[in-house]
């Protein structure tokens, strides 16, 4: 499960449309299940309104509904309870380094980062008025965050000859939290309530005839379990 806030000012244009834009990526990629997606403000100054009507209509032009989302304020508890804190534009950034004393888990990202933009602010359209151009940016975060998050992940076990070195490989390529322990129940834990980097794996297996084959399929073997989507190659 991977869990995301996009973050604004007032939580009632950019950071609701980002929200409802990367939502619909994700069901339409059937992948819906496993996200976690919200938005809030960094300000006071919204809290409890609705979606600003004109950003509300543009989202409706592309067949996507925020009905019921209402501005919140970011609560300090978000950076322990989300894997992705996304802003618009580098206030919001230093707004949430402040509040979180900084960024030890490196979570903080800007959304037109992930649109090979970095650096760059989201178009704000309470003073553009150009909810068109809003739109274009988002829609370019959103899906260059999901292309970052659904590409497969490639773990080589080809070149490993110890049970440890299988584990540094997983927790290196799907980014572990660093206090899990390297052995079988570990990993269940990691792939069945845990966030990690990779929706979709590809394994190279080590020789069949080495000392940690039996072992490498036993690590298969719990990706299969957990459901989690994988192929191997030798």
């Given amino acids: 499960m991977i869990k995301i806030l996009f973050v604004c000012h007032g939580n009632i244009c950019r950071s609701p449309m980002a929200e409802f834009v990367m939502k619909n990526i994700v069901s339409t990629a059937g992948m819906a299940d496993e996200f976690v997606i919200a938005s809030a403000a960094t300000s006071s100054e919204e809290l409890g309104n ?8 543009k989202l409706a032009e592309h067949g996507i509904c925020c009905a019921g989302k209402t501005a919140r304020r970011m609560r300090p508890e978000d950076y322990r309870n989300f894997d992705m804190l996304i802003g618009m534009d580098e206030e919001n950034l230093r707004n949430m380094r402040r509040m979180f004393g900084g960024d030890p888990d490196k979570k903080l990202h800007l959304l037109l980062e992930f649109a090979g933009r970095p650096g760059q602010a989201v178009a704000d359209p309470w003073y553009t008025r150009d909810f068109e151009a809003t739109w274009r940016d988002v ?3 959103c899906l ?3 292309a970052l998050l659904a590409e497969p992940v490639e773990l080589d076990f080809s070149r490993c000859t110890e049970k440890q070195e299988l584990f540094r490989e997983m927790r290196e390529k799907m980014d572990w939290q660093k206090w899990y322990g390297n052995n079988l129940d570990a990993l269940w834990d990691v792939l ?3 966030p990690h980097k990779g929706k979709h794996f590809i394994i190279s297996l080590p020789d069949a005839e080495s000392d940690i084959a039996s072992y490498a399929d036993s690590i ?9 989507s994988f192929e191997t190659v030798k």
């Fill in 50 to 57: 609705p979606v600003y009507p004109p950003a509300a209509r």
């Fill in 139 to 141: 829609e370019a975060g």
């Fill in 144 to 146: 260059g965050l999901f």
């Fill in 192 to 194: 069945t309530g845990l």
């Fill in 220 to 228: 298969c073997d719990i990706f299969r379990e957990a459901g989690v």
